[in-house]
């Protein structure tokens, strides 16, 4: 097969900048073939003089052959890609005056998986495929918003959709297999829930402009919560709550990313057994261990994650004389 690296550069290459691939093409390529619009094989420079009309046959390193039509040096028509050392087609691409307008990906039995048509420069309807040929999901998208989505059982049978940028979104695995629900609106993802193969959630998690934001939970495939986590646009802020056995084992403070503040830790989810203090991700001042009575039982100091005593901690944080 193409490789999966090569193959995802090509794609970005192609969806962003047309017919930029062709500097990637050339680091990859062994041998390459010129045809000229009446079939004949030609000379690249010859082909050059012509006006780059006609047709460009690549061979590349990994085994796969690219075809590439051409007018007036502009990418028109159709381009196919193959498989390694093979003659059978992974992806045909079309192009108008080095537009791409189409893009389809094939699995190695000739099946369709993946397509983008792209209606205008911001328009575009994706559709998936299960193995079996029949529909996995068909979108449309403005831009970066969802506007219209079907999504399909492998029995061909709806089971969700959006419609006008609201409404929710079953993605599954090539086999049916739920993997997520997403709820959109206004075109944009508000909520995304993952699942463990038994269908139990792995992750709840909701979303602002594409990025986290509010109170993301974790669960254990048994249903057990793992953390729930406080974020803000994209960032951990705020206390983070950690499970083990199903009870509260952690309350840790994060901000800007980082742990920052006084973490407290439990035994049986209430009684208190360590405070920790935290500075930009490391053990940074006093950390208190407790009895089951909580009495002080050990008090430990920390300096940017070093273990140190209460006073060499307090003379490495005197302020510096000023000069």
Request: proline content about 4%.
């Amino acid at each position: 097969m193409l490789s999966r690296s090569m193959f995802g550069s090509l794609f970005i290459s192609l969806i962003s900048a047309g017919c930029q691939q062709q500097s990637i093409i050339q680091e990859e390529c062994l041998d390459r073939s010129y045809v000229h619009p009446y079939g004949l094989e030609v000379e690249a420079d010859h082909w050059v003089q012509c006006g780059r009309n006609g047709q460009v046959v690549s061979f590349l390193q990994d085994g796969s052959r690219i075809t590439q039509n051409y007018a007036d040096g502009m990418l028109e028509g159709e381009s196919s890609y193959t498989f390694p050392y093979s003659s059978q087609i992974q992806c045909v691409e079309n192009y108008w005056h080095d537009k791409l307008l189409s893009q389809t990906t094939y699995d190695a039995s000739g099946m369709p998986q993946h397509a983008i048509v792209n209606s205008d420069d911001e328009i575009r309807t994706i559709t998936t495929w299960y193995p079996s040929g029949s529909p996995k999901s068909v979108e449309k998208y403005d831009r970066h918003l969802l506007v219209t989505g079907d999504y399909y059982t492998p029995n061909n049978q709806r089971d969700s959709w959006v419609y006008d940028g609201q409404g929710e979104r079953i993605t599954r695995d090539y086999v049916g297999n739920c993997i997520s629900l997403d709820t959109y609106k206004c075109g944009e993802l508000v909520l995304k829930t993952l699942f463990y193969p038994n269908g139990h959630p792995m992750e709840i998690a909701p979303y602002m402009d594409g990025m986290l934001h509010g109170e993301r939970k974790t669960y254990y495939d048994n249903g057990e919560p793992k953390a729930f986590e406080s974020w803000s646009l994209g960032q951990q802020n705020g206390t983070t709550v950690i499970f083990q056995n199903g009870e509260k084992y952690s309350e840790l403070p994060y901000l800007a990313g980082k742990k920052n503040g006084l973490e407290t830790r439990y035994r049986d989810g209430s009684v208190v057994t360590q405070e920790i203090t935290w500075l930009d991700d490391q053990m940074h001042g006093p950390t208190f261990t407790h009895t089951g009575n909580n009495e002080t039982m050990l008090c430990d100091w920390f300096y940017k994650g070093r273990l140190t005593s209460q006073s060499n901690y307090e003379s490495f944080n005197l302020p510096k004389p000023k000069n």
